[in-house]
């Protein structure tokens, strides 16, 4: 006779070895019914905005660009800019300019990707992003978050919620509802409307001397950040990177998701090359981007010797770069009736990283491998989650 689970039949008569059977049943599906489900772990991705991508398949990414356009208007209390008439223009000129970048990439480093840093309401326009993503090879990844700087305020929404009660909890559900949802839409009122299109970064600045609500958005990043693992990327005014990683891990976020940014000139405030500021934030476990590459004071020898500082004191690992380019700024964002003629185009080279500073890099003795490390293998860690 053969044998059944839980029971030797040859033991048993007919009526027992039924019994025993439904006994048995009832106590499989009991022990299933108590056993916790299994949790669907899904792999690290890097949200683009045509959807989620491996990380390997990212090649060299610029961490923090602009592309194609910003606008400050409601910084200013004053209507967007019209683009309508400007679209294509704005589309073709841009995706040439990226193309240049992808051509730049050797086969092993490619397709090539970029961080769009323009947070929400400056000229953020998640569709345009995605028109613009489907005319290049380049990978682009959107950004969340409120940004300030000196030179502009803060957004009035992020105003407001930085210091009503509860504010910043209601910006970090905005901030988690782009990530994990879409994008809000420009067009219409604050938060009426959302978007398909997700972001892969949150992205959030200081201006000189870091405000009361300046702190709330940094708290709504970090709890943002800790419920969903997207990584943060700051703006900082001549210092306040260092202010801004200790409020940031306070806060509870995690020092590899946090990333300090526009570091390469006067960054501890006072000298024109702060080596030692840079080694005192890569010891909290942050990383340091060097996202101003071949901007005036932020020239490409410069920010080649305070990279080799970095992978010099062991901190290879936590560094990123890129050039900080928008090829269009509206101009005229003070005025109250506004025009496609408030356009300043420019015309950014987004090949000086992969081109100049590489060899700047080259030149100091930092090793092909190393390279790789900071514009390759870097990103694709700090971008997934």
């Given at each position: 006779m053969e044998s059944v689970p839980f029971f030797d039949r040859r033991n048993l008569?007919?009526?027992?070895?039924?019994?025993?059977?439904?006994?048995?049943?009832?106590?499989?599906?009991?022990?299933?019914?108590?056993?916790?489900?299994?949790?669907?772990?899904?792999?690290?991705?890097v949200q683009t905005v045509l959807g989620p991508v491996d990380p390997q398949g990212l090649g060299a990414t610029l961490m923090h660009e602009h592309a194609p356009s910003v606008d400050w208007s409601e910084l200013y209390a004053t209507p967007?800019?019209?683009?309508?008439?400007?679209?294509?223009?704005?589309?073709?000129?841009t995706s040439g300019m990226l193309n240049a970048f992808?051509?730049?990439?050797?086969?092993?480093?490619?397709?090539?990707?970029?961080?769009?840093?323009?947070?929400i309401r400056v000229g953020r326009y998640p569709q345009l992003l995605v028109d613009l993503a489907r005319r290049t090879r380049v990978h682009i990844i959107a950004s969340t978050g409120f940004w300030c700087e000196a030179l502009a305020p803060q957004h009035p929404w992020a105003l407001r919620l930085g210091i009503e009660p509860g504010g910043a909890d209601k910006m970090a559900d905005l901030f988690v509802r782009e990530i994990t949802e879409g994008m809000e839409d420009p067009h219409g009122g604050r938060g009426e409307r959302f978007t398909a299109i997700r972001v892969g970064a949150i992205k959030i600045g200081t201006s000189a001397l870091m405000s009361p609500s300046?702190?709330?958005?940094?708290?709504?990043?970090?709890?943002?950040?800790?419920?969903?693992?997207?990584?943060?990327?700051?703006?900082?005014?001549?210092?306040?990177?260092?202010?801004?990683?200790?409020?940031?891990?306070?806060?509870?976020?995690?020092?590899?998701?946090?990333?300090?940014?526009h570091q390469g000139h006067m960054d501890d405030g006072k000298n024109a090359e702060a080596g030692d500021y840079h080694l005192e934030i890569?010891?909290?476990?942050?990383?340091?981007?060097?996202?101003?590459?071949?901007?005036?004071?932020?020239?490409?020898?410069?920010?080649?010797?305070?990279?080799?500082?970095?992978v010099e004191g062991g901190f290879e690992r936590q560094i990123l770069v890129s050039h900080d380019h928008v090829p269009?700024?509206?101009?005229?964002?003070?005025?109250?009736t506004k025009d496609s003629q408030g356009w300043r185009e420019n015309r950014?080279?987004?090949?000086?990283?992969?081109?100049?500073?590489?060899?700047?890099?080259?030149?100091?003795?930092?090793?092909?491998?190393?390279?790789?490390?900071?514009?390759?293998?870097?990103?694709?860690?700090?971008?997934?989650?």
């Amino acid at each position: 006779m053969e044998s059944v689970p839980f029971f030797d039949r040859r033991n048993l008569g007919r009526r027992q070895f039924l019994a025993g059977s439904a006994v048995a049943a009832w106590t499989a599906l009991q022990l299933g019914a108590c056993r916790p489900p299994q949790r669907q772990e899904r792999a690290a991705a890097v949200q683009t905005v045509l959807g989620p991508v491996d990380p390997q398949g990212l090649g060299a990414t610029l961490m923090h660009e602009h592309a194609p356009s910003v606008d400050w208007s409601e910084l200013y209390a004053t209507p967007a800019a019209p683009l309508d008439s400007l679209r294509e223009r704005m589309l073709t000129e841009t995706s040439g300019m990226l193309n240049a970048f992808h051509r730049s990439l050797s086969a092993e480093d490619g397709p090539g990707a970029i961080v769009e840093c323009t947070p929400i309401r400056v000229g953020r326009y998640p569709q345009l992003l995605v028109d613009l993503a489907r005319r290049t090879r380049v990978h682009i990844i959107a950004s969340t978050g409120f940004w300030c700087e000196a030179l502009a305020p803060q957004h009035p929404w992020a105003l407001r919620l930085g210091i009503e009660p509860g504010g910043a909890d209601k910006m970090a559900d905005l901030f988690v509802r782009e990530i994990t949802e879409g994008m809000e839409d420009p067009h219409g009122g604050r938060g009426e409307r959302f978007t398909a299109i997700r972001v892969g970064a949150i992205k959030i600045g200081t201006s000189a001397l870091m405000s009361p609500s300046e702190k709330a958005v940094h708290l709504a990043a970090a709890m943002a950040s800790r419920r969903t693992g997207c990584p943060i990327t700051t703006h900082t005014t001549n210092g306040g990177g260092l202010e801004q990683a200790r409020l940031l891990l306070k806060s509870g976020a995690d020092p590899g998701r946090v990333i300090i940014g526009h570091q390469g000139h006067m960054d501890d405030g006072k000298n024109a090359e702060a080596g030692d500021y840079h080694l005192e934030i890569a010891k909290l476990g942050c990383t340091l981007q060097f996202d101003r590459v071949g901007a005036g004071n932020y020239d490409c020898e410069k920010q080649a010797r305070l990279i080799r500082n970095l992978v010099e004191g062991g901190f290879e690992r936590q560094i990123l770069v890129s050039h900080d380019h928008v090829p269009y700024f509206y101009g005229e964002f003070s005025s109250e009736t506004k025009d496609s003629q408030g356009w300043r185009e420019n015309r950014p080279d987004f090949t000086i990283v992969t081109t100049k500073l590489v060899a700047s890099l080259e030149q100091l003795g930092v090793s092909q491998s190393r390279i790789r490390t900071i514009l390759v293998e870097n990103p694709q860690r700090v971008l997934a989650f």
